[in-house]
């Protein structure tokens, strides 16, 4: 025995590295299947053979590796929101005044809707209300990925980055905000009530911000190169990440507000616009890959129907608002409605929440988990090719994904 | 519809009208951006004088001015256009600049504007199609009939290179500096219908050589030369079509002032004959202008002698002197001359934007926030 014990231990232990790697395989080689037989993105197949392989089909990826990959998946969501910060034009809104409108009321409309089609199926307002928040967010991650597939660009595409970008930080805000009514309810102190949102909110935004002044001021620093400014901004977003983590904060929101305000308050022009999508394509890989398996296929039996009514009134409570303000924008015929469709994917960041609360709150988990997770597994499937179709139609795709 | 296309209408004599083609480009990098038809489209809610048109990738967009009698009227209309492109272009979110080419933009990323004719022009010339995302000024002086036309258009070739070297403002391509003051034209010379008007001496004889050319199966229409200056019969026209975009509209107006008032002496003075020596000199001249722009040195095909381009522009401002006092030019062309005498071009201005911020970016950001009129050349 002892002349073997260079060999490794058996079972070997699990290894990130190989674990990346494979889960990076298994998608590009669903992706592709998806792409020749269905001519889907491919991004319809990182989910679905991350759903073959997680507890939902063979159980390859369990629980566990899940929360070992999920390093990756944050990675993969910190570089998609910088890009999304990036494209924040806060000019933009001033000059058409209409588009920051449609953000708030596309948001209001979409929690209104869903809020009253669950009460109406005798869903508990409080809960009713946590599921109508989570709904208020178009995916940034299935947005902007399936819009550097495609090398879009269009008022389309830029309105529906925008008015995603205003959605994520509404939903956040209102989420965060039910969460803590629902600690109320459980009859948490006040103190934690009214602390908890405040410090995920300041505190995310504080993290943004001294990201976005250090890239500022390194790029000064070091001057007009493409390169160096490319691996400062992907180490900040690193880094980022990782303190949102550590201190408990969102990262949607920390990295959302880095990207935004490194543009917006860099009026010197310091650092440059780098492309972090080349980067960033491997980890959104893993990133789907993981979301796929993390959801459950069972949750169709139970909540299937419901969720069926929460997508549809979402999508309505959207749409009213987009049909009605766009043209005030200025923007052709056409455009509201395909921005209708871009702004369908659903997010799988609040697959996160959604199994937190239901972890601290079973009932909740009972009640509504089922309901979201259904909702977030039709869209992530469906809200793909939503986006895709409407770029396409608009022309704005300059090629196939 | 050809045939009466290619009968002159005579225009007022001396009368200017101009076309500018301009860049889309998007707020986030100042790439080209994909937005001319949205923009066209939001421009025709509240038309501006003149005429928007798209050209031949989504990234371009074309303004015609009205025609006019002179600098002053002319420049007032461009500024009236700018202030509604650019107006319209930033509820889009998109920038508007002037300039031959833009810095670095790549050409395999252009897409067609999708309109039959330009769908025809990309099947035909490939990939010269969309490297045809350059921009140019093009200045129309009215003539009063065809054998006028022809005349001019001999005469007005010898004085290309002054036309390249006052506009010139393209000296970054694909991310590059060129060392050209005007790159655009190597791009219009890839083009096997570009070049120059065959030397016929009436406008019968450039009948006969139209008529052939489309006899043979070459052309449909006159808008497929591509010769840097054309008759345009159905405008009653002749059309210098060399000018790089400059990088204002105020820019645009001075050269088509230079080119109204150097035209009506031609006109009044018939100062030249024709001459064959202009076209065998042609392309060394041009190139000169081209890759030197004001610091070129050109051969004159009548003295028969070199001279400095500078100095043949300034001698040659001195004669048409009169004639733009008479056209209401005379404050346009003493601040061209003054621009001249200065060295101040387009191209080195660009190239001064490049030194000063150190990145291509900033130069397509800088050179749409002049054409907006955000910031203005430090004199």
């Known amino acids: 025995m002892t ?203 504080a993290l943004g911000y001294l990201a ?113 303000l766009t043209y005030f924008s200025g923007a052709r015929g056409g455009t509201a409605g395909l921005l209708c469709l871009a702004l369908t994917p659903m997010s799988a960041t609040s697959v996160g929440m959604v199994h937190r609360t239901a972890q601290l709150y079973p009932d909740f988990g009972a009640t509504l988990a089922a309901i979201v997770l259904s909702a977030v597994l039709i869209m992530e499937l469906a809200g793909p090719v939503a986006v895709q179709f409407a770029l396409r139609r608009a022309g704005e795709a300059a090629r196939a994904a | ?62 303004l015609n001015s009205s025609i006019h009698g002179g600098h002053d009227t002319l420049v007032a209309e461009l500024r009236t256009i700018r202030d509604a492109v650019t107006q319209a272009a930033q509820r889009l979110n998109v920038r508007i600049a002037g300039g031959g080419s833009h810095p670095f933009h790549m050409w395999t990323d252009r897409r067609i504007y999708p309109t039959e004719r330009f769908n025809r022009l990309l099947s035909l010339y490939g990939y010269l199609a969309k490297q045809f995302t350059i921009f140019g000024q093009h200045v129309h002086i009215g003539c009063p009939d065809g054998d006028a036309a022809i005349y001019l258009t001999h005469i007005l070739s010898r004085y290309v290179p002054h036309f390249i070297a006052l506009s010139a403002s393209s000296p970054f391509q694909q991310g590059e500096d ?47 030369f591509y010769w840097d200056i054309r008759p345009k019969p159905e405008y009653g026209t002749v059309e210098i079509r060399v000018f790089d975009t400059p990088l204002t509209v105020e820019r645009a107006a001075l050269l088509a002032a230079y080119a109204q008032s150097l035209a009506r002496h031609v006109l009044t003075d018939r100062p030249l004959a024709p001459s064959r020596d202009v076209y065998v000199l042609y392309n060394h001249n041009r190139f000169q202008a081209c890759r030197f722009g004001l610091e070129g040195t050109i051969v004159d095909a009548y003295a028969q002698r070199q001279a400095s381009l500078k100095d043949d522009i300034l001698e040659t401002l001195a004669v048409v002197a009169p004639h733009a006092t008479e056209l209401g030019n005379g404050e346009a062309l003493a601040l061209l001359r003054a621009e001249v005498i200065a060295g101040r071009t387009d191209a080195s201005w660009l190239r001064g934007v490049h030194r000063e911020h150190g990145s291509l970016n900033d130069v397509a950001r800088v050179q749409s926030d002049l054409w907006m009129g955000r910031t203005a050349i430090p004199a």
């Not at chain 1, 965060?176 to 009514?181: D, G, N, V």
């Not at chain 1, 507000?257 to 960033?280: C, I, K, Q, S, T």
């Not at chain 2, 070049?195 to 052939?212: A, C, D, N, R, T």
Request: charged content about 15%; glycine content about 8%.
């Open chain 1, 3 to 205: 002349q073997l014990s260079f060999l490794p231990p058996f079972p070997f232990p699990a290894s990130p590295l190989v674990l990346f790697g494979l889960l990076l395989l298994a998608g590009v080689v669903g992706g592709e299947i998806v792409r020749r037989t269905l001519g889907l993105p491919r991004i319809v197949g990182y989910v679905l053979i991350g759903l073959a392989l997680g507890s939902s089909g063979l159980n390859v990826v369990d629980a566990g590796l899940v929360r070992e990959a999920w390093i990756f998946v944050d990675i993969a969501l910190g570089l998609i929101l910088f890009e999304l910060g990036r494209r924040l034009d806060f000019a933009w809104f001033r000059r058409d005044p209409w588009l920051a409108a449609t953000g708030v009321l596309e948001s209001a409309l979409a929690f209104v809707c869903v809020f009253l089609a669950l009460l109406y199926f005798e869903v508990k307002p409080l809960y009713a209300a946590l599921a109508a928040a989570i709904g208020i967010a178009t995916s940034p991650a299935v947005l902007v990925v399936v819009v550097q597939e495609l090398k879009a660009e269009g008022q389309v595409t830029e309105r529906a980055l925008s008015l995603t970008a205003i959605n994520s930080v509404i939903a956040f805000v209102s989420s965060t905000m039910l969460l803590s009514w629902l600690h109320h309810e459980y009859r948490a102190s006040w103190a934690t009530v009214v602390l908890h949102p405040v410090y995920l909110l300041a505190g995310s935004l």
């Open chain 2, 178 to 224: 060129t060392a050209y003051q005007s790159s655009r034209l190597n791009t219009v010379s890839a083009f096997p219908l570009s070049g120059q008007i065959p030397f016929v001496h009436s406008w019968k004889e450039f009948l006969e050589y139209f008529e052939k050319m489309r006899g043979y199966g070459i052309v449909e229409s006159m808008k497929d």
């Open chain 1, 212 to 324: 976005a002044m250090a890239a500022m001021a390194l790029a000064r620093w070091l001057g007009k190169t493409e390169r160096g400014h490319l691996v400062v901004s992907i180490a900040l977003i690193v880094v980022t990440v990782g303190a949102a983590r550590t201190l408990e904060l969102s990262v949607v929101l920390a990295l959302l507000a880095f990207g935004a305000l490194a543009r917006n308050l860099d009026e010197r022009h310091d650092l440059m616009p780098v492309d972090v999508g080349w980067f960033g394509q491997l980890f959104v890989v893993v990133l789907f890959v993981v979301s796929g398996a993390s959801l459950k296929a069972g949750a169709l039996v139970t909540g299937g129907a419901l969720a069926l009514v929460y997508v549809l009134a979402r999508f309505a409570g959207k749409s009213l608002a987009v049909m009605g």
């Open chain 2, 1 to 62: 519809m050809s045939e009466a296309a290619l009968e002159f209408k005579p225009s007022a004599g001396f009368s200017v009208g101009v076309e500018l083609e301009l860049q889309i480009l998007n707020s986030r990098d100042y790439d080209l951006a994909r937005d001319a038809a949205d923009l066209i489209g939001l421009l025709e809610k509240a038309p501006p004088p003149g005429a928007v048109k798209p050209e031949i990738t989504e990234s371009m967009v074309e």
